[in-house]
């Protein structure tokens, strides 16, 4: 039976944009399939008392230095030399959630344009215009995406989302589940190939 990687995803988080781009070698050796499900990170963040690592780790000295590190090392190590931090983060991610849920998060199109806008191109993604802009760029409909984010179904949808992942045990993002078994950050990669291979 072919296995599922769930990986719980908002674009805001830049450490989700690194664990999707590095899980496609992990599906090609596994024969897993990724399922990406929407959710607020701060809404996680509000319903679980969890903060930013930027906020949380503030006082620490030699901390946030540290972190840099390992997500240098990190993308040194998978390859995504494409990746800079966006110069206007943190970015209300909203409406790019509400139009994943709109346009249905199998839609790679839509995930890898607002992902290199967020990630690659340090644009501000939550200015209408650009977001306007990149969705176009990938040749999608932004007026009717646009329109969509605002359907009521669409709003509950992604709050649903993200209450559900709170009771599952959800606390941040990237949050991934192969079954019942749940992997905080982009650094269990590792883990969750093994759980998959059977390890």
């Known amino acids: 039976m072919t296995k599922t990687i769930e990986l719980i995803f908002d674009f805001g988080s830049p450490n989700a944009y690194l664990a999707y781009k590095a899980l496609p070698p992990i599906l090609a050796r596994t024969g897993a399939n990724l399922v990406v499900t929407p959710c607020l990170l701060g809404g996680i963040f509000k319903l679980t ?3 930013p690592p930027l906020m949380a780790f503030a006082g620490v000295k030699g901390k946030m230095a540290y ?14 030399h494409k990746f800079k931090m966006n110069p206007y983060f943190p970015i209300n991610t909203l409406t ?6 709109a346009v249905g998060a199998e839609n790679a199109t839509y995930i890898d344009a607002v992902l290199a806008g967020m990630w690659e191109d340090e644009l501000p993604m939550g200015e209408e215009a650009t977001f306007r802009r990149v969705l176009e760029g990938a040749g999608l409909d932004a007026a009717a995406i646009l329109q969509k984010t605002q359907d009521d179904l669409v709003k509950q949808r992604l709050a649903a989302n993200t209450s559900h992942a709170v009771e599952r045990g959800v606390f941040g993002i990237p949050t991934i589940f192969v079954g019942d078994d749940m992997f905080f950050g982009k650094d269990r990669l590792p883990q969750v190939e093994a759980c998959l291979m059977g390890g």
């Open 96 to 101: 790019l959630m509400r139009g994943l849920v």
């Open 49 to 51: 008392g969890n903060q």
């Open 67 to 80: 972190e840099m590190l390992e997500m240098q090392r990190f993308i040194a190590l998978a390859g995504l």
